[in-house]
């Protein structure tokens, strides 16, 4: 048995429920924001957001994820892989192990392809602070969490 079917068993919760049930709502909620970026309203919590298409690196599936983006220029957008955890999320995951597979969708408008490339160093930091300008909650994210969050720039192929 493992270390988290011991501690389910011990709190008497059904193995795996909390994770397929978190699972179960963030699909729920992507798919509501796909529908809603694709109806041409592409925001959320003041934020633009458009939807990366990617593909599984496991399953091999498509992935749709609505992702928050802010301008590089006029043909480029920058996503910051952050979330709650310590690790990358999936779609980041996903993007770097398939990144001739990447697309991105813009609010009433069909896909793109994209390369995504990884920004560091001075050019990070550089991306970073417009980030942060835009959207102080990232740079307040970023101090609880010890992962640096990565930057991808993804520009039109």
């Known amino acids: 048995m493992t270390h988290k079917q011991q501690a389910d068993k011990a709190t008497g919760r059904a193995s795996g429920s909390a994770g397929a049930f978190s699972r179960w709502m963030q699909h729920r909620m992507n798919a509501r924001m796909n529908r809603k970026i694709r109806g041409g309203r592409g925001t959320f919590m003041g934020m633009d957001v458009l939807i990366l298409h990617t593909v599984g690196r496991r399953s091999g599936q498509t992935r749709q ?74 740079d307040k994210y970023q101090r609880k969490t010890d992962r640096e969050y990565p930057v991808v720039r993804l520009t039109p192929r």
């Open 65 to 138: 994820t609505p992702v928050a983006w802010f301008a590089d220029g006029e043909d480029a957008w920058l996503v910051v892989a952050s979330g709650g955890t310590t690790r990358h999320p999936d779609w980041h995951l996903n993007l770097l192990a398939g990144p001739d597979r990447a697309s991105v969708e813009l609010p009433g408008a069909p896909a793109v392809p994209v390369t995504p490339r990884v920004l560091d160093g001075a050019e990070r930091a550089r991306a970073w602070q417009r980030i942060a300008a835009a959207q102080p909650r990232y």
